[in-house]
């Protein structure tokens, strides 16, 4: 029986839920379990895994690219499932899938790819995006998609900022306790701001983040805006290596996973049968 | 003691809301009561009449000029009320409000204007916009801000049709029972349709409004598009004064109260004292 897996590409709002899936506390987080009177609200794995399973007729173990956050929305995330119902034609295999999502989940794609394929191992690079909302008028119909702040902020100084996260960094300093990665070095590969009046986009590049990284690196960067750190700072505080050294942690409901870049040998060879 | 009226201009979605204000059944309503199994989601009216009273420190009857039903969203809703608290500079009052009231709720405007202006009765015309997102792809991050509608539309037919709802007309056949109005004779100004791939917005202009009227007239001129009606079938939906020959409702989710113009003489002369 011919088994075969599938890549997803999976764009959703991230409010209604508890992110793309529990966060198990392991040996490194102090704090309290982050399921913690959240118990009930589904996650996005949850609830996907579950419109996938009422079509192709049995268990499945969805494994997702990014844990994102509870309030965090995706673009792009990826994840991969194994099946042997593979005479389902593609087409109608997403239409199927998609029409037991709710309206704020939709697979955008799905692919059949070798077994090679990790969603986490094969990842070669993500995007994160962050939107702020830079101004005192509400962004009362998305008030759950940005960040609503409003101070004047030193466009130029951000900017100045940002460049200094690009490169090979240890990135303890903006890390959330209880990450609970053996290594916090991580390669940022762009780090820019895109200001159109009045919102603020930034845009983060690497090859992997730790927990809350965007986050803080965007609160931290709204901080310099402000006057409160100096763009020079942002060296001194990767230096650091204490989270302490960095700035505020920017709310959750402002962050995309934009998309998910994969290491092109574990993708090849995607055969192509009667899934097409 | 100075008695001042204020005229508010309000931006909300409505989603979380059980609409501006609890309907009260009225002895044209046959249905249930409206309000049925929805004891305890709060209305706009409730919640920004409670930020208004912690602001000026006593009760306040706040008049909004549309019922907007539940899940019914406003770009200009219009409200007024009236207090002896005329010390307080208007940005000042306005932006106490304004930090009052949740991220959905806001308050774009607000102005002192004579006792003979009433949300309700100095309307002059309102309008309208409803908003449809035709296209296979779900809108993932505005579900609850346009109604998700797949399905080819003939623009020009539904144009042709829509043309046909301008005038003065009875528009029984495009009211929900229980709108408790004597009269369903009202006239549009305008009706038009926008459409830019995958976006059609629908904007609708009158003197005034039945109950669902804008959601029948366009769940009827969607009905046009897929073929299930011909343009000229309006004509005769209109004479016919029967709901039942009018096509369906559209969700509420879709629509928003653009703006309301109200008579001229009824706001003017505004007294300019230690209001600005």
């Known amino acids: 029986m011919e088994i075969q897996r599938y890549k997803l590409t999976i764009a959703y709002r991230g409010t209604a839920y508890h992110g793309w899936q529990k966060q198990l506390p392991n040996k490194y987080y102090k704090g309290p379990a982050p399921t913690g009177g959240l118990e009930g609200i589904p996650t996005v794995q949850e609830t996907l895994a579950v419109a996938i399973q ?3 007729k049995h268990q499945v173990n969805l494994v997702g690219s990014s844990r994102t956050d509870t309030g965090v929305h995706a673009k792009g995330q990826v994840a991969h499932f194994d099946t042997h119902m593979t005479q389902i034609p593609l087409i109608g295999l997403q239409r199927a899938i998609n029409s037991r999502l ?3 989940i939709d697979v955008r794609r799905i692919e059949p790819v070798p077994p090679t394929f990790d969603a986490i191992s094969s990842t070669a690079s993500k995007r994160y995006q962050y939107f702020l ?3 005192r008028r509400k962004p009362v119909y998305f008030s759950d998609l940005a960040w609503h702040w409003w101070h004047r902020l030193d466009v130029d100084a951000m900017k100045d900022a940002a460049a200094r996260f690009v490169g090979t960094h240890d990135f303890a300093s ?3 306790s209880g990450h609970g990665r053996e ?3 991580r390669t940022v590969y762009a780090c820019d701001i895109s200001y159109r009046p009045p919102r603020f986009v930034f845009g983060v590049e690497g090859s992997g983040f730790l927990w809350n990284m965007v986050r803080i690196m965007v609160g931290t960067l709204v901080q310099v805006g402000m006057g409160t750190y100096e763009p020079e700072e942002i060296t001194r505080m990767l230096e650091s290596k204490d989270r302490t050294a960095a700035g505020h942690t920017a709310p959750a409901h402002g962050l995309f996973l934009q998309w ?3 290491k ?3 993708v ?3 055969p192509q049968g009667d899934q097409n």
Do not use: G, H, L
């Open 54 to 56: 009422a079509v192709v």
């Open 102 to 104: 709710p309206a704020d």
């Open 133 to 135: 909302w830079n101004d």
């Open 174 to 176: 903006f890390a959330k």
């Open 183 to 185: 290594s916090t070095v």
């Open 260 to 262: 998910i870049k994969f």
């Open 264 to 266: 092109p040998a574990d």
């Open 268 to 270: 090849a060879d995607a």
